[in-house]
């Protein structure tokens, strides 16, 4: 019982950077509307800040504002030698450098605020967490362009050796003190933040702007400057728990990012409201995965499942079951939105062309361009998933992947191992995959929006650890075993290096592309006959508005779980086509994380259409954008930055996407042509 | 001679020190005549984080009629590599830099000097408990599909050397803190501390714990990840009994000199932690390709004449034992036979804990039956 004990005790480190992250995303949303799932990216920007402070005496530049360097990096050559950091001299005392690096996350949380959020105070949840990801996507990337990504900075820690580097007896354990610090200064943070919130002018005036916005500024007091305010004090308090805790996590680009799962976990409990119930929540998740972990190595009899690493899913399971519409309503002055999903007409002529230009490419083009194709188009079918759920429905779903990776396990099992013959081992696949979107899809009929998002991405962390890690069920990890037999049909086979007449001694051979192609026209057309159906109309209905669908008589319920299901089937068997061309699987294709970056790319295509999807496609890794922009352009190191700076600059200037855009020129070149030839008639 | 070199730089995990290292050690071998007399030109594929972007640059150096062989530097993804490059795609050899997986090291038609994860984690065990006496060794693990594979070495050691280790506790990625698995291991009573994790990133927060619990003395068992100079410098591996794959690491040795200064020939620094290993990964290329050379009588080889050499290849990149070797066709083929020492920093400098012991990694057969 002892050890269990100063288990406890030991997560107080741990318990205390989720708390830290807890009560962050509590402040931005509170004040601001907005889950930000960059904030454990400014702690890492800022952590990072610090070191070169101390380490160097400089102060790094981001690539932005540097504005030649990402031009230099593109086309490779040297324009200006312009620095890359402000260079002090000698380093810095770690008091200064933290002073320094606040100053750095001050002006991070302006930034964020006046750039990209303030445009999108009244824009739906879906925007502010894709800018939100675009943010995080582009701070990971200047810290690696600055800093590297693969070896971790020295970092001078704030406690003094003799917190860190010995231990104290509490009940009967052997604890560092330095973590009982910490955790005593988070603490401290949140009754701070209590209290600013209940006790000063600053803090009411917030609640007020959060409450009811028109009345708050008729009362003077202006909602952008408190959020200009409330942003500056949640990087602030992002970068000081940054620098605080690096020395006990170690630093690397993406350490703060991961932590943010049970950072969200917290936030949920306290319903982004409670400041204390969002710290105490983190606190207890941190204890309980120390538990876990332990129970795990200690009891024969406890599954080795790293249940540890689910708890913060299940606590934002039950933390929405059980309090069903978790996150309080804003009173915003107005509200955006969704981006539109028009009715996709079926224009024969069109489709046809262009299923031609891509199987003659696919058939007779480079074999470069052939691998961007099936790239892309499998890409598309991924965010043709989300079409579905999130374009067509309003879930915000981050559990796509996932999905492609029961698929893929799938696949693995039903076709190779069990010896099920194509196509029934692809439907089997994509079959599973569609019953875990089902289970997923449960939380949907509680909440909505970025609490569902987050539950969706708490439950692709629990299907990552559960199935695909360790001794997962489907014992994916390390395990050489699993692979995929080629794709057959009547002794015809089509997969990447399957015989064709035509440039078959390439890879990939055109077969597997033909059948990728034919896959995605029929998912396509599947998804265009959806939208025009009468569930496709009660899927917008429930968009727009669930209790007036209700109203209505549409099963919202029954809805939700249908696009799931469907979204699910899609992801499933892109999933299968993806283990097909990889001809193994590999646990990085299914990484939580890109799982973000998938949204992210769709809503730069455009969520709300087929063709959207298909322009999302274009534009995803070793896609067909890439390949033909590389034959102009090399992004290189470059390409993640870019690639979210670009994903926040669309949802701040044109939240439609790409097809959105088009589709706007298009009628407007439509109505210029139209009064054109009513001029000339009337001539 | 066309050098095709594959590495991973565009993502967040990025090694574009790995890339600068091959371009060093080529512009060093042109200097001197090129490789058997051939100049070598180096074309470079980079990949990100993801299979697709590895599976293209696979695809495109399978596809081009002058890559006879690829150098496969460092890359997470390299499990899409090798349908398209190996024996069931193109055939074409892979000579590798660093392994990072069980199924790196399975791969037909790849050869490294890299011993991989396996053999380096099997060492460290067995020089804690053979070499070093240790009878309650706590064991950490890497939670990753890059470490799993040191679950089964861990399990295969447990069976041929008794009750010595304790339970394996795995570390996940982006570990919030160390505290509490080192102490699930039972580091409190253990007597060494085999270290089998793979991120550098946990090197740092290991020694703090260790000093924080009062463990500062343990001897900590593990694999090449902390020998970077930034941990030298803050003393992060003082004591520790690291095992090094084939690059000879202590200050003294003369091969090591010679890297350092054909680097401070190139105006490049010192070169650390992975760039210093691929150093010497293009010796190893080096000495398959001359040998590849003479069978082509000195023209351009083939990919055959490649495979041949390399299965055939017998030497030494160090002072050390010659019988090293590639076993031949068959699984563990991607790995030659290497030897590997322990050294450990004393007082800021890497001195040889032991010789260097050779690696047969024919021993892990009993792991294939998965």
């Known amino acids: 019982m002892g050890e ?99 100053v750095v996350a001050g002006a991070l949380g302006l930034a964020f605020h006046y750039i990209v959020f303030r445009a999108l105070r009244y824009q739906p ?44 007896k509490v009940l009967g354990a052997a604890v560092p003190p330095d973590r009982f610090v910490m955790l005593g200064l988070i603490l401290a943070i949140t009754a701070g933040l209590w209290l600013l919130f209940r006790a000063t002018r600053f803090g009411l005036n917030t609640r007020a702007a959060a409450e009811h916005e028109q009345h708050a500024t008729l009362l003077g007091i202006s909602a952008d400057r408190q959020a200009a305010l409330s942003w500056v004090l949640a990087a602030v308090l992002a970068g000081f728990v940054g620098v605080l805790v690096a020395p006990v996590t170690s630093l690397t680009p993406t350490n703060f990012t991961l932590f943010i799962v049970p950072g969200l976990g917290g936030a949920l409990l306290g319903r982004f409201t409670s400041f204390w119930v969002a710290a105490l929540g ?36 039950i933390a929405m079951m059980l309090r069903g519409e978790v996150l309080p309503g804003r009173g915003s ?46 890409g598309a079918m991924l965010a043709l998933s989300l079409v579905v759920v999130t374009g067509y429905v309003g879930q915000i779903s981050l559990a796509q992947l996932a999905f492609t990776g029961v698929a893929a396990a799938g696949l693995a099992s039903f076709g190779t191992e069990a010896g099920i013959p194509f196509p029934f081992a692809l439907l089997l696949a994509a079959a599973a995959a569609t019953a875990f979107g ?44 699993r692979t995929f037999d080629d794709p057959s049909l009547f002794g015809i086979e089509f997969g990447p290096a399957s015989d064709f007449p035509i440039n078959g001694d390439e890879f990939p051979t055109p077969a597997f592309g033909l059948f990728v192609l034919v896959v995605l026209v029929a998912l396509c ?43 699910a089937f899609i992801a499933g068997v892109a999933g299968a086509l993806n283990g097909y061309k990889l001809e193994s699987i590999r646990i990085g294709s299914f990484d939580v994380l890109l799982s973000l970056s998938l949204l992210a790319f769709a809503y730069l295509g455009g969520i709300a259409s087929v063709t959207g999807a298909l322009w999302a496609g ?40 790409i097809d959105g855009f088009d589709r706007a020129q298009r009628a407007r070149l439509a109505r210029w042509w139209a009064n054109r030839r009513a001029a000339a008639v009337a001539t | 001679m066309k050098f095709a070199v594959i590495n991973q730089q565009d993502g967040v995990i990025a090694f574009p020190e790995v890339s600068e290292a091959v371009q060093i050690m080529a512009d060093h071998f042109n200097s001197q005549g090129g490789i058997g ?54 055939n074409k050899p892979i000579l590798a830099g660093t392994l990072w997986d069980v199924p790196d090291a399975l791969q037909p038609g790849l050869y490294s000097s890299d011993p991989g994860l396996l053999p380096l984690a099997y060492e460290a065990l067995r020089y804690a408990v053979e070499e070093d006496g240790v009878t309650n060794l706590a064991v950490v693990v890497d939670d990753t599909d890059v470490g799993a594979g040191t679950l089964a070495v861990v399990d295969f050691f447990l069976a041929g050397f008794g009750g010595a280790i304790s339970t394996p506790v795995p570390i996940a990625p982006g570990q919030a803190d160390f505290l509490a698995p080192l102490t699930a291991a039972g580091i409190d009573s253990a007597d060494g501390l085999a270290l089998l994790i793979t991120d550098p990133a946990g090197c740092q927060p290991t020694r703090d714990a260790l000093e924080a619990l009062g463990r500062g003395d343990l001897p900590v068992y593990l694999g090449e990840w902390c020998v970077s100079e930034e941990f030298r410098e803050a003393g992060t591996s003082e004591g520790w009994r690291i095992v090094m794959g084939h690059r000879g690491a202590e200050d003294g040795d003369p091969e090591a000199q010679q890297l350092r200064q054909i680097y401070a020939d190139a105006g490049a620094g010192s070169p650390v932690g992975l760039a210093f290993s691929h150093a010497k990964h293009m010796d190893f290329a080096r000495q398959i390709l001359e040998l590849a050379i003479n069978k082509a009588d000195g023209g351009l080889p083939s990919s055959e004449d490649i495979h041949a050499a390399a299965t055939e290849w017998s030497g030494s990149l160090f002072i050390g034992p010659d019988t090293v070797s590639c076993p031949g066709a068959g699984a563990w083929v991607s790995n030659c036979n290497t030897a590997a020492r322990m050294i450990t920093l004393q007082d800021g400098e890497w001195v040889a804990l032991t010789g260097y012991n050779l690696i047969d990694v024919t021993l892990f057969d009993p792991l294939l039956a998965g």
């Open chain 1, 4 to 102: 269990y004990v100063q288990q406890l005790l030991l997560s107080s480190g741990a318990g205390a950077i989720f708390a830290a992250l807890a009560i962050g995303l509590v402040l931005t949303y509170r004040a601001a509307g907005v889950i930000n799932f960059a904030h454990g990216a400014i702690a890492t920007y800022v952590a990072y800040t610090y070191t070169s402070l101390v380490n160097e005496g400089e102060i790094p530049i981001p690539p932005l504002p540097n504005p030649v360097a990402p031009i230099e990096g593109i086309l490779g050559i040297e324009l200006l030698d312009l620095p890359t950091s402000v260079d002090f001299g000698d380093g810095w005392s770690k008091w200064a450098a933290l002073a320094g690096a606040l």
């Open chain 1, 125 to 168: 949840a879906l925007t502010k967490v894709v800018a939100s990801i675009g943010l995080m996507l582009a701070l990971q990337s200047a810290v690696v362009l600055r800093f590297g990504g693969a070896r971790p900075p020295a970092i001078e820690p704030l406690l003094p050796a003799s917190l860190r580097m010995r231990t104290v």
């Open chain 1, 282 to 317: 983190a606190i207890a998740i941190a204890m309980g995965q120390n538990v876990l972990l332990f129970a795990e190595i200690d009891q024969e009899w406890f599954p080795n499942l790293n249940l540890d690493a689910v708890l913060p899913f299940a606590v934002v399971v």
């Open chain 1, 333 to 378: 002055a107005a509200t955006g939105r969704l981006p539109a999903a028009p009715e996709t007409r079926w224009r024969p002529g069109l489709a046809l062309t262009g299923i031609a230009v891509v199987a003659v490419l696919i058939v007779w083009g480079p074999f470069d361009y052939r691998i961007g194709l099936t790239n892309s188009m499998i």
């Open chain 1, 438 to 481: 089902v289970v997923v899809a449960l939380p949907s009929l509680r909440v909505r929006g970025s609490s569902l998002a987050i539950v969706t991405l708490a439950s692709a962390v629990a299907i990552d650890q559960l199935f695909f890690r360790g001794e997962g069920w489907f014992r994916i990890e390390g395990n050489p075993h």
């Open chain 1, 525 to 567: 057309a599947g998804v265009v006959r959806l939208r025009q159906s009468r569930l496709g109309e009660q899927m917008l209905a429930v968009r727009a508005n669930e209790r007036a669908a209700a109203a209505a008589g549409v099963s919202v319920a029954g809805v939700k779980l249908t696009a799931f299901a469907i979204a």
């Open chain 1, 618 to 657: 274009t534009l995803f890794s070793a896609g067909i954008g890439v390949v033909v922009g590389e034959e102009f352009i090399d992004l290189g190191r470059y390409e993640s930055y870019i690639a979210g700076v670009l994903l926040t600059a669309t949802a701040v200037l044109n939240p439609e996407g």
């Open chain 2, 37 to 90: 007399g051939h100049l070598l030109e180096i074309e470079l594929c980079t990949t990100g984080d993801d299979p697709e972007s590895a599976q293209a640059c696979a695809q495109r150096f399978a596809n081009d009629d002058s890559v006879q062989f690829v150098y496969m530097a460092a890359v997470f993804n390299s499990g899409a590599l090798y349908p398209i490059l190996g024996p069931e795609g193109a």
